[in-house]
């Protein structure tokens, strides 16, 4: 059974950065973790992804403020954010698919089988 514990997440004025951290424990035949975020009164969005090639995907609000990366001697996931916004202000979640892919990681909800239980980040203007 994969496990899946965010840690990192806290308070800061807009503009300010932050670094969340994901430490996956458990076999998991895949290749593709992902961030999702979730709103007060939003549905979950996914927020940046990357395969174990490499290769990633952001949401469009996130590009250039936001870089994921992954450690896989060290089974973590990491998602740095810079110039951070109010409107980044949700609870994060760290997820894993099962499976492998070669193209560019999803970032819907319904491709990931594992989810964390989440940290808050909340920005103030």
């Known amino acids: 059974q994969v496990q899946l514990v965010e840690s990192g997440g806290g308070s800061v004025q807009a503009g300010g950065s932050l670094r969340l951290s994901c430490v996956a424990s458990g076999y998991n035949n895949g290749n593709v973790m992902g961030w999702f975020r979730q709103a007060p009164g939003k549905e979950r969005e996914g927020v940046a992804a990357i395969q174990h090639f490499g290769r990633t995907s952001y949401v469009d609000s996130v590009k250039g403020r936001f870089t994921i990366s992954s450690d896989n001697t060290e089974n973590t996931l990491t998602l740095q954010m810079n110039s951070l916004r109010p409107e980044d202000t949700a609870v994060y979640y760290c997820?894993?698919?099962?499976?492998?892919?070669?193209?560019?990681?999803?970032?819907?909800?319904?491709?990931?089988?594992?989810w964390g239980q989440g940290t808050q980040v909340t920005v103030s203007s």
């Open positions: 997820a894993e698919k099962v499976g492998w892919i070669s193209s560019i990681p999803p970032l819907e909800e319904r491709d990931y089988n594992y």
